[in-house]
């Protein structure tokens, strides 16, 4: 163990809280306690997710010498979720982690039934937050959740997962962020600050030219939506009824397969794209924003971060009309079965790129607390 207090972030819903009468902020409290008493050192648990200061605060830990004593507990739940706060949260904290070579500091606890962590997807579309947590060994508080928080198994749980936090905590590898190779060697190096740099070059384009094609797809969606309004205007002025308005469905259902294809698989496109650089992009600002860098690597960074923050700007309001058209097509989801597959994909797909917003906007972030800008 470390010689620094550890720190856990909750992360969670303050409604799931209340729907379970305070249960998950005191499963907090117990686990601090059990932490204290198997090791002898205190664990501060931060709960509050409503200020500002929450997310700087594990940020500022892990860019110290805390970083191997700072982990993220999210409590994963259905409205977990669905909150678009705390899903950035475990994006921002993912890919911190990773940068840093420390993937087991994201502890998730499995506390109401997300079907989609246990069972097949089969017919679902998928959610990357959920491939984060599903990577990760998640405890399982579904059924403890429902026994007397006295009772001998729930406090046995408590102690394990106490346990496992000590255990994490104790063999955590030692840090291992992206480095500059040295300016005096010719020789390959390993993967660092210019290849870190080179792979994001090859990814930035592809990105953008992705989010174009995403836009063109949505729009086209939104033609045949039209459509398929207009048709049943027509049928309802002819008494067709509701026998009318499905025929209509049925029909856009199927006019819709292609399209829904396409913006299923440029959303997949999209994540995968940014996720697979994130780590290495946030070890990359970090070390140029290092007083030690060599000039000319700061230059190239410099030119480098003007180049993030255009294309940042250039799909932040794509983004935006994205999240308005996702949360109209929920409603219309709602009107057919016939449809409802088409658009629960169409959702998934949009929220795969609203949740790459969130690693572009860390980036951001990070950028603009370096002193390279011009």
């Known amino acids: ?133 599903s990577r990760r060994q998640w405890a399982d508080w579904r059924d403890l959740r429902l026994e007397d928080e006295e009772s001998p198994v729930y406090r046995q749980a408590v102690h394990k997962l106490a346990l496992k936090i000590a255990d994490v905590l104790e063999n955590a590898p030692p840090v291992r962020p992206v480095e500059a190779p040295p300016q005096d060697e010719a020789t390959e190096e390993p993967r660092g600050f210019i290849e870190v740099m080179a792979e994001a070059e090859a990814a930035l384009p592809a990105w953008l030219q992705i989010i174009e094609k995403f836009g063109e797809v949505i729009t086209l969606i939104g033609a045949e939506t039209s459509w398929a309004t207009e048709e049943m205007t027509k049928s309802d002025a002819r008494g067709g009824g509701f026998a009318g308005r499905m025929r209509v469905a049925e029909q856009l259902s199927v006019r819709l397969t292609g399209p829904v294809e396409q913006v299923d698989k440029l959303g997949s496109e999209y994540w995968s794209t940014l996720s697979s650089i994130d780590p290495g992009i946030i070890g990359f600002i970090r070390r140029a924003g290092e007083s030690d860098l060599a000039a000319e690597d700061r230059q190239v960074a410099r030119d480098f971060f003007k180049e993030i923050k255009q294309l940042t700007a250039a799909t932040k309001e794509t983004t935006g009309h994205l999240k308005g058209y996702s949360d109209s097509v929920g409603g219309a989801a709602r009107g057919s079965s016939h449809l409802r597959p088409q658009f629960r994909t169409i959702q998934a797909a949009v929220q795969k790129v609203i949740d790459s917003q969130t690693v572009v906007e860390e980036w951001n972030r990070m950028i603009d607390e370096t002193d390279l800008e011009d």
């Not at 059990?34 to 892990?62: N, V």
């Not at 506390?111 to 246990?118: D, H, S």
């Open 1 to 133: 163990m470390t010689n620094e207090q550890p720190a856990g972030f909750w992360s969670y819903t303050h409604r799931d809280d209340e729907l379970d009468d305070g249960r998950i902020v005191r499963l907090s409290e117990r686990i601090a306690r059990a932490f204290e008493m198997i090791t002898g050192e205190p664990l501060e648990i931060f709960l509050d997710k409503r200020s500002i200061e929450w997310g700087d605060a594990w940020r500022a830990r892990l860019d110290s010498a805390l970083t191997g004593t700072t982990f993220l507990i999210p409590v994963v739940t259905p409205k977990f979720l669905k909150s678009q706060e705390c899903r950035r949260e475990v994006i921002k904290f993912a890919g911190h982690a990773a940068s840093l070579g420390l993937d087991d500091l994201l502890l998730p606890i499995h506390y109401a039934n997300v079907p989609q962590l246990t069972q097949s997807s089969d017919g679902q579309p998928n959610d990357e937050v959920v491939e984060l947590i």
